[in-house]
């Protein structure tokens, strides 16, 4: 791969994460589970788990219905105050490897406001994705969401 | 337990009343009144009680400790070298410094990085720095008593797995103080080796009690939660219960399960959840799947062990819950996953799976802390005011139901005797 081609992809591997983030920070949550393939994992979990190799986390889908599923519950049966994310993602690195997938790390915060505009910083944590290049364009097969942040406040309604 | 081991030496009055003695009034203030919290430190965490501090298996092997909580006062938890548990204050004997700054860990010794000072699992003094001087000048003095100046010990004991400190002298042997109705709950549930699976902690800004009256609620069950009513499950032929134990009333069970059950059937799936034809539905149901793991086909078993423990088995979802006030509108809840240690991979995966449940973002769960948000804002300044809990107050021994508020009752009857209110 020529500096360029990792220069381009960089840009799209970029391009999807700011898609992501601006769908969930922008309330277009029935487009989240769009950025995953039919089958892709998405899990929340604290980092304190991470790295005892323990599983448990706070959310676990291991296909895209799944995801639809807690977006429709979000929506329609879970109570919770109205409330906004913003999240600020840096720190983007990319590892390509043989098999066409490339893995991608990066830090996330979530500040979030509630409907009286009080902001806290939410969430703080790092992104370990799963990427694969498909007909409709690069799709998370795997995004894991591993929290510093390790008493979540109040509740979580919205994935992060 | 019965109530004369909860006497404890009296108390200057709290200008706080119970407008009933029956436990259906609670008078908002208790939610959010410094002096009550500070009281509950001395007679409730510090008093005759247990408190749940770790399942066994987080600390197995010989050194293995862990950082937690006894009401809002620092403890460690240790398997010492001979199997043994202990615990103990996390404050250094000599300055007073926090002893042990790791969560977790294994070690032999413990040293205070101020000092140096040294003390051994079970919080004995064993070494001081310049003890005995240095080039002719004075050390420690000659009658110095090491055995004299340990870390304060709490009791500590565990059952079905469970472990359990306190820092009274007079409360009742573990099996005792958890009683002949709540301890066959617990053995339905710790009937088998178990693996912990890690835990997932949840900080609301509300007074621990009102999370404790919500495990004591079914009445809220169908109400604030509504994931199965929009989803169209339907939950045919439930059978509820809703005991409290026979003395101070603190403790309490809630369950409800399926009576057509098969008890003979290996593993009930997905396809047992039947939904109607109209409204929402959910794409992948294996979430809410089942499998029978128990005599009795309890999809929901609530049990609430005073004050820091919930026990909780969510279909196939196993947590032992810590309940840690942080403040007068502060309280942690940790939630402790684990399985057992035979579950097949299947078995495993669903217990992952079901996490989405329960916890913070639990579908049938994220409610319960912002409920105790709204209560604890709502009263803020109306401490004279007081709740209603009426439900079922005519038929109070009417126990195969979720329509009732008397395990709340019963809680604040306990209270107040615990509390001298």
């Known amino acids: 791969m020529t500096p360029l081609d990792q220069m381009l992809l960089w840009f799209e591997l970029y391009s999807l994460q700011e898609r992501y983030i601006s769908v969930l920070d922008n309330d277009q949550l029935e487009a989240w589970p769009e950025l995953f393939t039919a089958d892709g994992h998405y899990e929340i979990v604290p980092k304190e788990n991470a790295d005892a190799g323990l599983p448990m986390g706070i959310i676990y889908c291991n296909n895209q219905g799944m995801m639809r599923d807690r977006i429709l519950s979000t929506r329609e049966a879970n109570l919770y105050e109205p409330q906004t994310y913003r999240h600020l993602v840096s720190g983007l690195i990319i590892t390509p490897t043989d098999q066409g997938m490339v893995k991608m790390s990066a830090n996330y915060v979530v500040i979030r406001t509630n409907q009286e505009g009080d902001s806290i910083i939410y969430q703080a944590g790092r992104y370990e994705d799963q990427v694969i290049n498909t007909a409709e364009g690069w799709r998370y097969r795997s995004k894991r969401a591993i929290y510093d942040t390790l008493r979540v406040p109040t509740l979580m309604a919205i994935p992060v | ?421």
């Open chain 2, 1 to 421: 337990m019965g109530h004369h081991d909860l006497h404890q030496a009296e108390l200057p009055p709290l200008a706080i009343q119970f407008p009933r003695s029956d436990g259906s009034r609670v008078p908002y203030e208790v939610f959010s009144s410094p002096a009550i919290y500070e009281r509950e430190q001395e007679r409730i965490y510090r008093g005759p009680t247990w408190n749940f501090v770790a399942l066994d298996v987080e600390i197995s092997q010989p050194g293995d400790f862990k950082s937690t909580y006894v009401g809002d006062t620092p403890v460690v938890v240790t398997r010492t070298p001979d199997g043994s548990l202990a615990a103990w204050v996390n404050r250094c004997a000599h300055r007073g410094a926090k002893l042990c700054t790791l969560p977790r860990g294994n070690a032999t010794s413990h040293a205070c990085l101020y000092h140096q000072w040294n003390f051994d699992s079970r919080g004995n003094l064993t070494g001081i720095p310049f003890r005995r001087g240095q080039k002719q000048m004075a050390g420690m003095p000659p009658d110095f008593d090491m055995k004299a100046h340990g870390l304060q010990k709490l009791r500590v004991d565990s059952y079905g797995g469970l472990i359990f400190a306190s820092f009274s002298d007079t409360v009742a042997a573990l099996p005792d103080y958890i009683g002949n109705e709540m301890r066959p709950w617990i053995d339905r549930i710790m009937h088998k080796p178990i693996v912990y699976l890690g835990c997932t902690r949840q900080f609301v800004n509300a007074n621990w009690k009102l999370y404790f009256e919500n495990v004591k609620d079914p009445y809220h069950a169908s109400l604030l939660h509504l994931f199965h009513t929009t989803f169209n499950i339907l939950r045919v032929g439930m059978k509820a219960r809703s005991l409290p134990d026979a003395g101070h009333g603190l403790h309490s069970i809630i369950t409800a399960t399926r009576i057509e059950d098969d008890n003979s059937s290996a593993a009930y799936t997905a396809q047992d959840i039947r939904s109607m034809n109209e409204g929402f539905h959910l794409e992948d149901e294996s979430v809410l799947g089942y499998v029978h793991e128990y005599e009795e086909a309890t999809t929901n078993h609530i049990q609430s062990i005073f004050p820091q423990l919930v026990l909780q088995q969510i279909h196939n979802s196993l947590v032992a819950r810590q309940l840690l006030p942080k403040a007068p509108d502060q309280f942690e809840l940790v939630f402790h996953f684990f399985g057992y240690a035979d579950d097949t991979p299947e078995l495993r995966e669903l217990r992952i799976k079901q996490a989405n449940l329960v916890g913070p973002a639990g579908y049938i769960s994220m409610e319960d802390g912002y409920a105790t948000e709204l209560v604890q804002r709502g009263s803020l300044r109306e401490g004279k005011s007081s709740s209603v809990l009426d439900m079922g107050l005519s038929q109070p021994d009417q126990q195969d139901t979720l329509i009732t508020e008397s395990l709340i009752r019963r809680f604040w009857t306990g209270y107040q005797a615990l509390m001298a209110l």
